[in-house]
């Protein structure tokens, strides 16, 4: 079984824990947008930096009162979009968005850019992807941002459209080299063009900027699988384990390296039985 066009299932793609849980292609989007610093703030500017600490029940109430002010209007509507998004409270965000989209302050052009990546959210979550890629190059050409070529590259690779997105998280992972999770996902997608040795020479690069990350091992081990060096992946797998004992990629990846080749996985978890018996015992258990 060629593996390279899987990743990471991850089921509520924009659930707040996705950032956490999910592999780099399933992280959710935050990109902070602030307005102009002033010695005493306002009331939206307090919503603002609520919004960004998370505090959503502060934020929304403000914000919805700046609804009526036609100078926050466009800004106010945006904010209570990407909270309805984040609640899956899809009625409320299209509204939200319609009434944004209504009075977007057109001179801001790197907030009319988030506002276009929030679109494009919503638009996932109606399964529109079309119209996604479209918010997503509009927010580009507006605000040619790292995240946002993050972003495009990603919804590109999972259209499996991967000439398209290995241009777009190039750029990415170019703007931003100590993103770990954009040089991950750069080379998935370079593996799954079947580029290896350019997908390996970026995991490379990676487990060696970041070897106690365990995902660095993990996508590593897949395109290994790739090429049929089943004891390579195996030992990336298991190294993954070391660091996380819970990584959901090397965990799903080694009942599939085993099912090539039984012999090496079972020898390997073996012998790293002797150090720790009950974790490799339990995963050890999930292969049988």
Not at 7 to 35: E, M, N
Not at 220 to 229: C, G, K, M, V
Not at 247 to 265: F, G, M, S
Not at 276 to 286: C, G, H, M, Q
């Amino acid at each position: 079984m060629n593996i390279r066009n899987i990743l990471v299932v991850v089921l509520a793609l924009f659930a707040v824990q996705a950032a956490v849980a999910g592999g780099p292609l399933d992280k959710k989007p935050v990109k902070k947008v602030t307005t102009k610093k002033v010695e005493t703030k306002s009331d939206f500017d307090k919503a603002v930096d609520y919004f960004f600490d998370e505090k959503y029940d502060e934020a929304y109430t403000i914000f919805k009162k700046e609804l009526n002010n036609p100078k926050h209007k466009g800004y106010a509507a945006t904010y209570i979009a990407s909270m309805m998004i984040d609640a899956d409270e899809v009625a409320a965000a299209t509204e939200a968005i319609n009434k944004a989209q209504e009075s977007l302050p057109t001179h801001d052009s790197v907030f009319c850019a988030f506002f276009h990546g929030e679109a494009a959210r919503l638009m996932l979550a109606e399964g529109n992807n079309d119209a996604a890629l479209d918010h997503l190059s509009k927010a580009i050409a507006l605000d040619p941002d790292a995240y946002y070529f993050d972003r495009r590259g990603k919804l590109l690779h999972k259209l499996e459209r991967y000439d398209e997105a290995a241009i777009d998280l190039a750029k990415a992972a170019k703007m931003n080299p100590d993103d770990m999770d954009a040089q991950i996902a750069l080379g998935c997608t370079l593996d799954a063009q079947t580029k290896f040795d350019e997908a390996l020479e970026i995991f490379n690069a990676v487990v060696k900027k970041w070897p106690k990350a365990a995902n660095s091992y993990a996508y590593r081990a897949s395109t290994y699988y790739n090429t049929q060096d089943f004891a390579a992946a195996t030992d990336d797998a298991i190294r993954a384990l070391e660091l996380d004992g819970e990584n959901e990629h090397a965990l799903w990846l080694l009942p599939y390296i085993k099912a090539q080749d039984a012999t090496v996985v079972t020898e390997k978890l073996n012998a790293k039985r002797s150090s720790n018996p009950a974790k490799w015992d339990a995963v050890i258990t999930t292969l049988e």
